[in-house]
C-alpha cells in the first residue's frame, strides 16, 4: 500500500517523479504529493505540493506551479493514520522545511515519537504517524554522531521504528542524495546511467532502466547520480546483484483500453501460454525445479496447506480440487490472516503454498514466517519476481503474468489457478499417484486453454449486456459446486470490489440453509453451470432458486441444454474438462464486473478504499 519514488539524474525529477507515480497510483489513491529540489548547488530550496485525491488532482496543481530541479521523491498515499485530506498527504516536512519525508507503512510506536518530539518542541502539522520520521531526521542531521550526515541519520532513526516501513528521504543540503530504508516492505533500486531511481516496485522507473536491485530487509540505500550505495544498519556495505526486468513498457500502460482492468482481461491467452512455458519436458511431463524440493521430500509430503488473500485465496480453492483429485494429499486453503493465529499444527512433511500476486501482502508474508518458524516447506506462487515473499519462502514458482496495474485482480488470478493446475500435476508425478499418460493428457487440455480463452474473450458483447441490464441491482448471487464454488465466490468479490454491489457466493448445495432467505422476486442469480459431473444436483438448485422468483443467469458449456432451460441468460463456454472449467468461467464474471461498474459511472481501476498491495495486517 503507498506507492513510493525517488529520482536523481539529470531529467527533471518532476516528470519522472510524477510518471513514476501514475504506474504506481494503483498501490494507493487516497491523496498524492512530490518533493522537489531546485539546482545542484548549496541554498537549494526543497518545493513540495501535495493534494487529497487522485494523482490527478496533484497533476492540475502542478500545471500551475512547474517544480524544477532534477532531485525529486513522490508519494501516491492509501490512509493509514488519518483522514485522506491535503495535510496528512506526504512528502512530510521536518520544522525547518529542510527534509522531505515519504512513507509506506505503519510506525507502531509514533505516538511514544511524537510525545517526546513534542517535548522538545517540535510541532506536529498533520495526523500521520509518517511526520515522526522528518523531525527526528532533523535532529540526528542537526546534531550528534550522524550530524550532516543524512544516511547516518537514517540508519540512527530506523533503529528507533517499530513498525513496517519504505522511507524515502530528500535534504535541502543534499543535492546529490536520495535516501531510502526498508523493513517488512518492498523497495526496489533502478539503475541508470548518470541517474538512478528508487520505487515500490520496478513500475516506478521501467521507462527509464530495466536494471534493478532488490533492497533487503532493514537496509538503507544511498542514491547518487553516479551510483548507489547499499548499507545495513550498522553502516556496513552490503554487497548485491541487479537484474534485469524484461517486460517492456507497452505492459504498464493501457494501450487505447479505457481501463487496464479490460487490458488486462484481454491478455489471459498470453499470461497462461507464459506460465506454461518451458515448464514441459520434451516427453510432455513437468519438469519444475523451482520447487527446489528433492524428490524424496517430495514423496514424503503428508499434508498440503495453501494460504492465501482475496482472490489468490479463490484461486488456492480450487487448487485444493486438483491437489487432492490428483495427488491424493489432505489440502487445507486458509485465508492467510487467520492462519497463523490458529495455530496449526505443521511440521517438515508439510508443505505450505502462499499464492500471492504481489508477494507482498502483509498476511500471507506472515502466514509464510509463521510455517518457517514451524519447520514447513514454503513454496511462494507469486507474480512478482524478488518480491518479499518469494525471498522468504523456501522456492517460488513465478506466474509470469506480467505487469498487473488495475486493482481487482483477473490474469493473475488466471494464472495462478493454472500455477496451482502445475504444482498439482508435478506432485502427482513425482508421487506416483497419477501414471505419466494422464499427467501428459492434463498437460495437453492445459495447453489448449489459452485458445479457447481467445475465442470465448470474442464472445463478451452478450455479457456487456447483460451488466447494462443489471446495472442498477443492489444485490446478486452467485452459485457453484465443487470447481464452481470458488468461481461463485471470485465472481461474487469482483462485483462487491468493482461495482459495490452487494454480492455473495454460495455452494449451491448450500443455500437452503439460509441463503435461500435472500431470494426474492428478480433477484439476479448468476449459476456456474459448466458441465460437471455433479451439473443435475446444481440445476436442482437453479430450480429451486427460480421457483422463488430468482433471475437466473446460468454460465453453461457450448451445446448443453439442461442448464439452458432454466436460465433467463445463458453464457456460453467452450468445452474443457470439467476440473479445468475455472479457467474460462473466470472470463465471463470478469467482464460482467468490470461492465457493470462501468456502466455505474465509477472507476473500474481504482475502487474506492482500496489498494491493490496490501502491505498492512
Ligand atoms: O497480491 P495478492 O495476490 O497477495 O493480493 C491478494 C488480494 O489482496 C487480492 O487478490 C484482492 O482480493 C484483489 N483486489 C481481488 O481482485
Redesign the pocket.
Known sequence: MCGIVGYVGSKQALEVVVDGLRRLEYRGYDSAGVAVLDGTGPGAALQVERKAGKLANLEKVLVERELRGTLGIGHTRWATHGPPTDANAHPHLDCAGAVAVVHNGTIENYEELVAGLEARGHERRSDTDTEVVSHLLEERYATGPTAGDLAASLRSVCRDLQGSFVLVVAHRDEPDLVVAARRNLPLVIGLGDGENFVGSDVTAFIAHTREARAVEQDQVVEVRRDGVVVTDLDGLVVEGSSYHVDWDTDAAEKGGYDFFMLKEIDEQPGAVRDTLGGRLTPEGLLHLDELSMSDEDVRGIEQVFIV?????YHSGLVGKYAIERWCRLPVQVEMASEFRYRDPVLGRTTLVIA???????AD?LEAVRHARAQKAWVLAVTNTVGSTISRESDAALYTRGGPEVA???TK?VMTQITAMYLVGLYLAQLRGTRDPDEVRAHLRDLQEIPELIAELLTRMDAVRELAHELKDEQRVLFLGRHVGYPLALEGA??LK?LAYVSAEGFPAGEIKHGPIALVEQGTPVVVIAPRHALQAKLLNNVQEVRARGARTIVLATDGDESAAAYAEHVVRLPDTKSLLTPLLTLVPLQVLSAEIARARGLDVDQPRN?A???TVE
Open positions: 492465501a488473500c482475496g482472490s489468490a499464492v500471492s500476486q504481489s508477494g507482498e501482502t500471507t486493482v481487482a485482480s493473475a468479490l469482483k470490489e482500496l491493490k498491495s496490501v
